[in-house]
């Protein structure tokens, strides 16, 4: 069998790259060794979202990720729940209340690129209203915004079922463990004992681009983070999202109510290399249980089950709390000598419609085609998305600088919430913005 591009890989990004390619008109199979969307897809926190903790040390990929996130909310409404997150703060907490109010205000630039809605401050009163149970000692109030929870793992199914309605061939449950050669260059890939002949191989294995690339002796820079998720069966232990700040102080965790259980999370830490070997360690456990349990004194014990995945950051230097999540499509015959051979890596899954763009835009341009992809005017269902705002894109050389500065991508955000913040206590001396009870959060978010 021979096809224009084989795709490594069912997550949401290859299914994502199934279905350009395949509404571009190119000949296109995809392999999955296990479920379309099973691995880190599945692992995730479920969000659609900017990232509103990028807002400290890299503000493009909040901007970018608002971007595409508003074309899958276009384009996969029906699988989204808008989520209203509350985020308490308490005396002591690390971040006081104009701090978050701040980030919030920022983040309420990029929420329309993205359908999300402008942020509130609360009351202690209206927080311990909207979320039953949660501890009111030292409270002194909350910031409540809004982010899109997805069912992660049927995002993939469906990009795929997409894919497949425009021609795309699937072979799941099928693990491609040899690339074919001749001679330098890569011509596919042999998955279940079928040889999958292609014009060019595009490696959207996830954390395990690393380990499809060397088999064909090319490399794929990534730096692996795991993050465990702890579960709670019943779909709402609160009745909206939460972001808390965690009993280390420096990092936060979601409480995300869904019809998957209520999900406490994510941990992030360094490795393994390998993802196969990813585990959830009994301190990750420990720590989401006391970082909920601190809010909540009367939270259910035990969790029913935990979930881990490694996150496929690029490969870059600095702290691990000030990763980027900026994603790069590598074509190995520039980098590695390896002509046929294309890999896309890093990213979120809320940018996975346009990784999936540029992976194609890549494998396009090696095959003298000049088809542009149409997967933000088409919904997942075929029908036209209709008229979208042109909101601007980051600047490309800007991101793709300061991604390997990471001192200077900090201080790059940080300038932005300086002057914001001067702006924001300007505002608060002259005595705007009320804090909101519980019915305006309604009204808000409903
Ligand atoms: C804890 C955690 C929380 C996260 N939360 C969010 C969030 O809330 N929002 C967000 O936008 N992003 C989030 N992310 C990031 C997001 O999950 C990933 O960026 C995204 O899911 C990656 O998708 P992928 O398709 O690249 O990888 P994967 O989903 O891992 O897909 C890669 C696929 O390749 C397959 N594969 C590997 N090797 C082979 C082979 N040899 N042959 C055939 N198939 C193969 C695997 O089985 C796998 O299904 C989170 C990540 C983690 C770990």
């Not at 996969?76 to 997150?85: K, V």
């Not at 149409?374 to 894109?393: C, E, R």
Request: aromatic share 6%; charged share 25%; hydrophobic share 40%.
């Amino acid at each position: 069998m021979s096809y224009d591009l084989l795709i490594v890989g069912g997550g949401v990004t290859g299914a994502g790259a199934a279905r350009d390619a395949a509404l571009r008109g190119l000949k296109v199979a995809l392999v999955e060794r296990g479920e379309p969307g099973g691995a880190t897809t599945a692992a995730s926190t479920h969000l659609i979202h900017g990232g509103v903790r990028y807002l400290l040390y890299d503000r493009l990929t909040t901007h970018a990720t608002c971007w595409d996130s508003g074309h899958i909310v276009r384009t996969a409404g029906d699988l989204l729940r808008r989520l209203p997150i509350v985020w308490p703060v308490y005396r002591g907490h690390s971040r006081g209340l104009e701090t978050v109010e701040t980030l919030l205000e920022e983040y309420d630039r990029f929420q329309p690129m993205k359908y999300g809605r402008a942020h509130l401050r609360l009351t202690p009163e209206a927080c311990a209203r909207i979320v039953p149970g949660l501890s009111t000692q030292g409270l002194l109030g909350g910031l409540a915004f809004d982010e899109w929870w997805v069912d992660a793992k049927a995002l993939a199914e469906r990009t795929l079922d997409s894919a497949r309605r425009a021609g795309a061939q699937a072979f799941v449950g099928e693990n491609a463990d040899e690339l074919l050669r001749e001679g330098a260059r890569v011509v596919g890939a042999r998955a279940g004992g079928r040889q999958l002949r292609a014009r060019i191989t595009l490696n959207a294995a996830g954390p395990w681009a690393g380990r499809v690339a060397r088999l064909a002796g090319a490399e794929v820079p990534l730096r692996l983070m795991k993050g465990t998720h702890l579960i709670w069966k019943d779909p709402a232990l609160t009745p909206v999202g939460l972001l808390l700040e965690a009993v280390d102080r420096g990092r936060y965790v979601f409480v995300v109510p869904s019809p998957l259980g209520t999900w406490v999370g994510p941990t992030d830490l360094p490795g393994p290399d390998d993802p196969d070997l990813a585990r959830t360690a009994p301190e990750e456990i420990d720590y989401l249980d006391r970082s909920v349990r601190r809010y909540f004194p009367a939270w259910p014990k035990p969790h029913d089950a935990t979930i881990v995945g490694s996150r496929p950051l690029l490969g870059q230097p600095g702290a691990e709390k000030l990763l980027s999540r900026d994603f790069e499509v590598f074509d190995h015959e520039n980098r590695d000598g390896v002509p046929g051979l294309i890999t896309v890596a890093g990213g979120k899954m809320s940018d996975y419609r346009v990784m999936a763009e540029a992976a194609v835009d890549a494998a396009c341009a090696r095959l003298g085609l000049t088809a542009r992809s149409t997967t933000a005017q088409t919904t997942l269902d075929g029908l036209p998305v209709g008229s979208i705002p042109d909101w601007p894109k980051p600047s490309a050389a800007l991101k793709h600088f300061l991604r390997e500065r990471p001192r200077l991508r900090e201080l790059h955000a940080l300038a932005h919430l300086g002057a914001a913040f001067a702006g924001h206590l300007a505002r608060r001396a002259r005595g705007a913005s009320a804090a909101a009870d519980a019915d305006e959060f309604r009204r808000r978010y409903a």
